[in-house]
T-cell receptor, first 111, second 115 residues
Framework: DSGVTQTPKHLITATGQRVTLRCSPR?????VYWYQQSLDQGLQFLIQ???????AKGNILERFSAQQFPDLHSELNLSSLELGDSALYFC??????????FGDGTRLSIL | AQSVTQPDIHITVSEGASLELRCNYS??????LFWYVQSPGQGLQLLLK??????LVQGIKGFEAEFKRSQSSFNLRKPSVHWSDAAEYFCAVGHGSGNTGKLIFGQGTTLQVKP
């Protein structure tokens, strides 16, 4: 158990819809990272938050947004969903520059 | 640009045999290097990390990796593979300074273990 909790584990929705993925980092970790894992793109970094502030951005679509709340949990919002957004979305957390610990992911299926 | 290459997409070894998974990176400065393992339906578990110092790094589950700056490599090894080691293995390089620690991953190597 990594200590990083992601909900829900599975999400099935339709094109055009909006979903919210939730992540609770390990106790004491201030950094939260979001990654997307797909068959064609592999594991891609989306965005990082540190203590509530956006710190780094990767290949995140404009339809996607994220935030980190005062209690340090984070949410990834995906809107106007397309078939190509079907993927496994991981959250990771770390303490400063320490290694990242990953949750079990949310599997998003777009029908 | 920073990148990670895992040349072997799929590797099959017999149980009890030794294992080496290759990883090459491209990075402008001293990298932070990691190996993660992903079992089916699971998240990524950290096997080991290299930040600095001793170039031979010991990890969990009997794995080790050696950082070779001259070859830009960070290969993962295990002297005797167990059936439970069958999984997908990812090499990653840490990018950025300060607290911008995003990871760049290789495409992964799937390990199959024959009984």
């Amino acid at each position: 158990d990594s200590g990083v909790t992601q909900t829900p584990k599975h999400l099935i929705t339709a094109t055009g819809q909006r979903v919210t993925l939730r992540c609770s980092p390990r106790s004491g970790d201030l950094s939260v990272y979001w990654y997307q894992q797909s068959l064609d793109q592999g594991l891609q970094f989306l965005i990082q938050y540190y203590n509530g502030e956006e710190r780094a951005k990767g290949n995140i679509l404009e339809r996607f947004s994220a935030q980190q709340f005062p209690d340090l949990h984070s949410e990834l919002n995906l809107s106007s969903l397309e078939l190509g957004d079907s993927a496994l979305y991981f959250c990771a957390s770390s303490a400063g520059q320490g290694p990242q610990h990953f949750g079990d992911g949310t599997r998003l299926s777009i029908l | 640009a920073q990148s990670v290459t895992q040349p072997d997409i799929h590797i099959t070894v017999s149980e009890g045999a030794s294992l080496e998974l290759r990883c090459n990176y491209s990075y402008g400065a001293t990298p932070y290097l990691f190996w993660y393992v992903q079992s089916p339906g699971q998240g990524l578990q950290l096997l080991l990390k290299y930040f600095s110092g001793d170039t031979l790094v010991q990890g969990i589950k009997g794995f080790e990796a050696e950082f070779k700056r001259s070859q830009s490599s960070f290969n993962l090894r295990k002297p005797s593979v167990h059936w439970s080691d069958a999984a997908e293995y990812f090499c990653a390089v840490g990018h950025g300074s300060g607290n911008t620690g995003k990871l760049i991953f290789g495409q992964g190597t799937t390990l199959q273990v024959k009984p």
